[in-house]
């Protein structure tokens, strides 16, 4: 309703119960983003949850690292006035000495030698014996001086190199778990170096996990697409049964799907039984297609088609059929129309497929676990092996970070190249 003032101008619009209606209009627009923020919260907590805080936690736990400090928090502000030069001063090895000697002492987790020798063990490979060993016999130093005391027990404490890992090993954040993902370390002077050659496995891993994971793509695409195509123009009943045995593997356990392959690739296994059989090979030279980089192929091949399939034909299930009649009736060549007519309606499809699948694989883990070996393992597994085996976390946190921020800069470039906006999943 409208009031009208005296001089016959419309006053303010009011609603029928007398409330302003700008008013009403305002609350009722709250009202409905607190409903739609209801709706939505279970998926924001799910996203906070199983994304966002772990994440976060990995990216913090690469760089913190509170062994120094926790194991002999006295010596850990001391050595922070070192300089560096020649050995720290005789009151530094007194409070190191004490300190060593209280950690010994000490079993609560995470605050022992052991836990130090373990860190100093990854800056310097063979150093924890050192530490274990001194720690035991420092029951026997009670008096200075104790530079030469330490010295005295083993001659690796007269190194500077020790004595300033020591020192980095006292902060709390540090960089070292990039610098070992990268293949990289600080030496005895304290400037970055790269690792010496046995060390240099994780670049060579990460090159061949984005080379192999490329490889899958375009073999998926290369599979995918005429199979797309397929089920697009087919009649929908036939279309619909070949789409259920597109989707019959999502109804198998991964696991057994991938040790069905071990079955079957293995040198006794089914492929090499039919490869004999036909003589395309003889008994004597049956092919090792298994515990190495082919199996993890063809298994990873096999369990990822799905994922470039699906976005492939619910993109050229939209493409109308008369596009390449028109195309062929203006007098191009069936090659021709579909170059430039029905190819560049897919790219949408194509984009979301290389995309899925491309991030599905270099991440991946059970497989190459399974059928790799050493020749077939991917990054992933490395970060597993540190996460559950060595308990190196940090290590394995870095890792993790670095094939994030991977993912991130091809996803970037694809956007930049693709546009996000032009990927379709159905």
């Keep these: 309703m409208t009031d009208v003032t005296a001089s016959g101008v419309p006053g303010e619009i009011t609603t029928t119960d007398g409330v302003p209606l700008k008013t009403s209009l305002a609350r009722a627009t709250r009202r409905q983003r ?51 030069e020649d050995l720290p001063p005789e009151s530094t090895f007194e409070v190191f000495v004490k300190d060593m000697r209280a950690a010994r002492e000490n079993n609560e987790i995470g605050k022992t030698v052991g836990n130090l020798a373990t860190r100093i063990n990854y ?91 490329a490889l899958i793509t375009a073999i998926c695409l290369v599979i995918a697409y005429p199979v797309s195509y397929l089920l697009a123009t087919l009649p929908l009943r036939t279309s619909n049964l070949l ?13 057994v799907r991938t040790t069905a392959w071990i079955a079957m690739l293995q040198t006794e ?48 299930k939209t493409i109308p059929p008369y596009y390449m009649r028109a195309a062929r009736s203006l007098g191009a060549t069936g090659t021709y129309s579909f170059i430039k007519v029905y190819f560049p309606q897919t790219i949408p ?9 491309f991030i599905l694989a270099i991440g991946y883990y059970i497989t190459p676990a399974l059928v790799g070996g050493n020749d077939g393992l991917l990054i ?26 991977i993912v991130l800069v091809f996803y970037w470039l694809y956007n930049k190249l693709v546009g996000v906006d032009n990927l379709k999943f159905g």
């Design 123 to 213: 800056e310097i490979p063979g150093s924890r014996g050192l530490f274990t060993r001194s720690a035991r016999k420092l029951k026997n130093i009670t008096e200075g001086p104790y530079k030469e005391a330490l010295i005295g027990l083993d001659k690796r404490w007269e190194n500077q190199h020790i004595w300033r890992t020591l020192q980095r090993v006292s902060h709390d954040y540090t960089i070292s778990f990039y610098l070992a993902a990268l293949d990289l370390k600080y030496d005895a002077n304290n400037d970055i170096v790269r690792a010496d050659p046995l060390y240099r496995i994780y670049v060579p891993i990460m090159f061949k996990t984005l080379w192999l994971s």
């Design 243 to 255: 789409m259920i045995m597109v989707l019959l593997p999502f109804w198998t356990s991964l696991l």
């Design 380 to 405: 992933s597994n490395l970060i597993a092996d540190h996460i559950k085996k060595t308990l190196n976390w940090s290590l394995g946190a870095a890792l993790g970070a670095i094939l994030l921020a």
């Design 34 to 84: 607190l409903q739609a923020l209801v709706l939505v919260l279970p998926l924001l907590l799910f996203l906070l949850v199983a994304f966002v805080l772990p994440i976060g936690e990995m990216l913090f736990r690469s760089v913190y690292s509170p062994v120094g400090s926790n194991v002999l928090p006295n010596f850990s502000k001391v050595i922070q006035e070192w300089d560096g």
């Design 269 to 316: 296994g089914i492929v090499n039984d039919i490869l004999v059989f036909t003589q395309i090979i003889p008994e004597g030279s049956r092919i090792q297609m298994v515990y190495n980089m082919t199996g993890t192929i063809v298994a990873m091949v096999h369990i990822l088609l799905p994922f470039m399939i699906l976005p492939l034909y619910s993109v050229m």
């Design 349 to 357: 499809g194509i984009a979301a497929g290389t995309l899925l699948v």
